[in-house]
């Protein structure tokens, strides 16, 4: 007769906090392996141009796996009340100006025309390097869509802050539209896309509150063609 091993508790693992630390130490050493990347096709491209465009290609798709892991690890805070807001106040222009210097290099290679519209005074109470993410989300998935140029406009209304970014490619999928706009929105792991930037962009600008009023994520495609994507802040 063999006798079960006692149940120790000490024994117990917490399988999500575990995964939450590995995702921590891979987006680390991932990030690492980007400012190399940088570094190398610094010193690369200008010997060998012709390979500018297949480092973007790798640098983009790097970016893209960095990306996904930080929202899974901000999800993962949030989830667990452990990812609280740093709100100061923010210079609008210059903050879209550091978002889209920060992709120059894909936009660059791929001959797409960005633009800027804001008032170089105009000033925002939120989480920086929390909306930092979320622009850089729509701007690289804008990069990979779009024809050739991509459009960030900023305006305030009725105490709101709206910040639009739009491209002239074909334009969001109404079925992502749709998903985005119903009110039990979650990651879809049946559309062949669970859209992780997209829903991570939804938690981060719900987060964000003033006398009642709520962040938000808004998608819709222009009539004359092209994808818009706003994000919503109190």
Do not use: W
Request: proline share 2%; net charge negative.
């Amino acid at each position: 007769m063999t006798n079960k091993p006692e149940h120790n508790e000490e024994n117990n693992v917490d399988f999500s906090m575990l995964l939450a630390s590995s995702v921590h130490d891979i987006k680390n050493s991932l990030s690492m392996l980007l400012t190399s990347l940088d570094e190398v096709i610094d010193i690369t491209t200008e010997e060998r141009p012709e390979h500018r465009r297949s480092y973007s290609i790798l640098r983009g798709e790097a970016s893209r796996i960095n990306n996904a892991l930080i929202y899974l690890l901000g999800l993962y805070r949030l989830q667990n009340e452990q990812l609280s807001l740093n709100l100061q106040e923010v210079f609008i222009a210059d903050f879209l100006e550091e978002q889209v210097e920060s992709q120059q290099l894909l936009f660059d290679v791929n001959n797409i025309k960005v633009s800027i519209d804001c008032d170089e005074n105009m000033t925002g109470y939120f989480d920086e390097n929390l909306i930092a993410g979320v622009i850089n989300n729509i701007l690289v998935n804008c990069a990979k869509y779009t024809q050739d140029s991509i459009t960030l406009s900023v305006e305030q209304n009725n105490q709101y802050l709206t910040i639009s970014i739009l491209d002239n490619g074909s334009g969001y999928p109404q079925g992502i539209i749709d998903h985005i706009s119903n009110d039990n929105r979650s990651i879809d792991f049946n559309s062949g896309s669970t859209n992780l930037g997209l829903f991570f962009s939804q938690q981060i600008a719900s987060i964000h509150h003033c006398k009642g009023r709520t962040g938000a994520i808004e998608l819709s495609n222009s009539e004359t063609g092209g994808g818009c994507f706003k994000l919503i802040l109190p």
